[in-house]
């Protein structure tokens, strides 16, 4: 059971367009992370989150954390080749040892 | 920041035979590690979860006989893929918790693991 989900799956879009991707779940994390992996890396943190509602901003990504703390965005303002990747959002819940579940992914290709 | 080191990167190995990966934490020392498998185009499903000085804990359908866990040392964790087949080709990839990186996970670069 996957217990966060990504959309969307795939997005491929061209330089200096904008995009959101959304991580759903009906379970309540007590922090979400979001990383970005690259073909044959690991995933690399790129913010937490940990309070309900809270905005951070990332030079050109703007990340939200839930009211209710079951699901997070991530906005990428005029996208640029560079930001092509997979982008994963991970959540730990409380009373789970630590361990991350993580999102199914949603895989960007920006182009020229 | 905190760094976590996996090797090798790559490995191919013959049906049958045993892989071990190792996972080390630089930097830091970390209590418990994390073993993930990724298969293409897909996202990362945790294996088990590694602790030093005692027993791993799997996560539901990983056989714990087939993937040997071993948290020897406060750096160091080593997954071993015993009797590899063809269906266990994936890409593993460890990680770990620094104290110092509040809600954070370091993972390491991964190992691309090809079995023929």
């Known amino acids: 059971t996957q217990l966060l989900e990504q959309s969307p799956q795939f997005l491929s879009i061209q330089e200096g367009e904008n995009l959101t991707v959304y991580c759903n779940s009906s379970s309540v994390f007590s922090s979400l992370q979001w990383y970005r992996q690259e073909p044959g890396e690991g995933p690399v943190l790129l913010v937490t989150?940990?309070?309900?509602?809270e905005v951070k901003k990332l030079k050109r990504l703007t990340f939200q954390f839930g009211d209710a703390r079951k699901d997070s965005s991530l906005h990428i303002t005029a996208a640029q080749p560079g930001d092509t990747g997979l982008y994963l959002c991970?959540?730990?819940?409380?009373?789970?040892?630590?361990?991350?579940?993580f999102g199914t992914g949603t895989r960007l290709q920006v182009t020229l | 920041g905190a760094v976590v080191s996996q090797h090798p990167s790559r490995v191919i190995c013959k049906s049958g035979t045993s892989v071990k990966i190792e996972c080390r934490s630089l930097d830091f020392q970390a209590t418990t590690m994390f073993w993930y498998r990724q298969f293409p185009k897909q996202s990362l499903m945790l294996m088990a979860t590694s602790n030093e000085g005692s027993k791993a804990t799997y996560e539901q359908g990983v056989e714990k006989d087939k993937f040997l866990i071993n948290h020897a040392s406060l750096t160091l964790s080593t997954l071993t893929v015993t009797s590899a087949h063809p269906e266990d080709s994936s890409f593993y990839i460890c990680?770990?918790?620094?104290?110092?990186?509040?809600?954070?996970?370091?993972f390491g670069s991964g190992t691309r693991l090809t079995v023929v």
């Open positions: 989150v940990v309070t309900g509602g």
């Open positions: 991970a959540g730990a819940r409380t009373g789970t040892a630590s361990k991350l579940t």
């Open positions: 990680s770990a918790r620094a104290d110092r990186v509040i809600y954070g996970y370091t």
